[in-house]
Structure formats: C-alpha cells, structure tokens
C-alpha cells in the first residue's frame, strides 16, 4: 500500500515541477538576455513573497521527488528494505529541503 502512495506522490510532484521548471527556465532566459547582474537580480527577489513561494513550491516538490527517487533507487541496487529504506528516505528529503530552503531564503529575504 506504501508504495502505491509514494508512486502517487512522486507522480504528483513532478506535476508541479514541470510548470515551476518551465517557469523558472524562462526566467533565467530572460534575466540573462536581459544583461541582469546578479545584483539586479537579487534586487528583484529580496522581500519578494511572489518569488518565496514560487522557490518554495519548487524546493519542496523537487525534495519528495527526488527521495522518493533515489529511495527506489537504492532500495534496487542495495537491497534496503524496511525501516532502513524509510530512514534512508526521510533523511534524503530533510536534507534537500534544508539546503533548498536555506537557498530560497537567502535570495528572498530582505
């Protein structure tokens, strides 16, 4: 039963990664063709809640995708199972969401 759960989450965060991928492509395109510094560019996202949750969203779907990823993945190659691969799988996804989050932040905040 797990496992149909976290196939259905993993589905439904790559949902919401692709517009928030696309979105933020264009926005790289646009910045760097635009001759942005980085400078600018901060100037732009600093207190910016628009920009905070668009991050947000981004990191925290991008954190469950990948450590229900990376979960199947070594549960595959390693042959972890059980409370092992549950731990294994919490601690991939706090990380990501730590080190995003910390990103996300320090462009965002004023």
Request: hydrophobic share 60%; no cysteine; net charge neutral.
């Amino acid at each position: 039963m797990m496992d149909i759960r976290l196939y259905m989450l993993q589905r439904i965060s790559a949902l919401i990664m692709a517009p928030l991928t696309l979105g933020h492509i264009a926005v790289m395109i646009y910045a760097i063709q635009g001759g942005l510094s980085a400078d600018e560019i901060l100037g732009r996202t600093q207190g910016s809640v628009f920009w905070f949750l668009f991050y947000g969203s981004f990191v925290a779907a991008v954190s469950i995708h990948a450590a229900i990823g990376l979960r199947v993945i070594v549960s595959e190659w390693l042959g972890l199972r059980g409370m092992v691969l549950t731990v294994f799988g919490w601690a991939v996804f706090l990380v990501l969401l730590a080190m995003g989050a910390q990103a996300v932040l320090a462009v965002t905040q004023t």
